[in-house]
């Protein structure tokens, strides 16, 4: 999970929609400004090229029983269909960070470790969302989310194998080439961003010239 910057006005649809009977958060103007704002991320597990796309609501509105949450851009979320059901529990209703409004990286560390994801919290207002990231890669309770959440493990370890081999030939070359090849990887639109700027931010002893890559706020 990584710091998003969301599109400041509202798409129009919203108040429109939000008038009607039964109107819908989902119009194609919603759709599409989520997807830009997000770069086409889940904004829990950072997945790309989402096979299934979800609008997620961060606070809960209770089957349109709140329909100022339903309605509200600023609840909104584009998340995958599996980190949606996996989040679909009491527990994170109210408890998981707003990463339009903070900078998750702040409060957690997001790592892969032997094929496992480890996310810790660094705040005690990051412990929930920790669990839930965590449990987006790991929970595999049913046959499905085995498959889903080895999807994501398996393209996060591609990922982080394409950083270790960026990394490997910058330190052995460090030319402009590389290094615009490590900036677009430590970007906040790149996939799995969280995990490759905690990498390199917990390694920065070995690549100082990459600490602006990944600082925070």
């Known amino acids: 999970m990584v710091k998003i910057e969301r599109t400041s006005a509202a798409p129009a649809s919203l108040a429109i929609e939000k008038a009607k009977q039964s109107g819908t958060y989902r119009g194609d103007d919603v759709m599409r400004q989520l997807k830009a704002d997000f770069h086409g991320k889940c904004y829990l597990c950072e997945i790309d090229e989402l096979q299934s796309v979800e609008i997620e609501h961060l606070k ?90 080895q999807t994501r493990v398996d393209a996060l370890q591609k990922t982080m194998n394409a950083l270790f081999r960026s990394l490997n030939s910058y330190r052995k070359r460090p030319t402009p080439r590389t290094l615009r090849a490590l900036r677009g990887m430590l970007s906040r639109s790149y996939k799995f961003a969280g995990f490759t700027r905690a990498y390199v931010r917990e390694h920065l002893e070995d690549y100082p010239q990459l600490e602006e890559c990944v600082s925070l706020g």
Not at 84 to 102: F, H, M, P, S, W
Not at 119 to 126: D, I, N, R, S, T
């Open 60 to 149: 809960a509105h209770h089957n349109g029983a709140d329909r100022d949450r339903m309605f509200d851009w600023n609840n909104l979320f584009y998340s995958c269909a599996h980190c949606n059901g996996v989040k679909n529990r009491a527990e994170y209703e109210e408890t998981i960070l707003d990463c339009c409004q903070v900078d998750p990286e702040e409060y957690l560390s997001q790592q892969l470790v032997d094929g496992h994801v480890q996310v810790k919290a660094l705040q005690p207002e990051g412990e929930k969302t920790a669990q839930l990231v965590t449990e987006c890669f790991e929970r595999a309770n049913t046959g499905i989310r085995v498959v889903e959440c």
